[in-house]
Nanobody, 120 residues
Framework: QVQLVESGGGLVQAGGSLRLSCAAS????????MGWYRQAPGKQRELVAA???????NYADSVKGRFTISRDNAKNTVNLQMRSLKPEDTAVYYC??????????????WGQGTQVTVSS
């Protein structure tokens, strides 16, 4: 059993900052890519940022230069530092991780989502 638990969402004014965190726990052998996705009302879920176990990162064009993804492999956590937030960043943010479980099988897991609301 694997769980991803997110925290750090909330309400912030445009131009402000928020930091999201996600912790993976359970029968984990190793974690490959970890990432953050978001889904705004009426829109499809989209990739925001991802980071490999080696530290390579990938960002959506809309957040480049404003968001920073990081991870702590020892703690099985991934963070998303969001700066210069815009109203269009409003969405439910989901953590996702590709995890090799102790049976050596690999699965993708999602967190429950955390709401980020940016007011203008």
């Amino acid at each position: 059993q694997v769980q991803l638990v997110e925290s750090g969402g909330g309400l912030v004014q445009a131009g402000g900052s928020l930091r999201l965190s996600c912790a993976a726990s359970g029968s984990i052998f190793s974690i490959n890519t970890m990432g953050w996705y978001r889904q705004a009302p009426g829109k499809q879920r989209e990739l925001v940022a991802a980071i490999t176990s080696g530290g390579s990162t990938n960002y959506a064009d809309s957040v480049k230069g404003r968001f920073t993804i990081s991870r702590d492999n020892a703690k099985n956590t991934v963070n998303l530092q969001m700066r210069s937030l815009k109203p269009e960043d409003t969405a439910v943010y989901y953590c996702k991780a590709t995890i090799v479980v102790v049976t050596t099988r690999t699965y993708g897991y999602w967190g429950q989502g955390t709401q980020v609301t940016v007011s203008s």
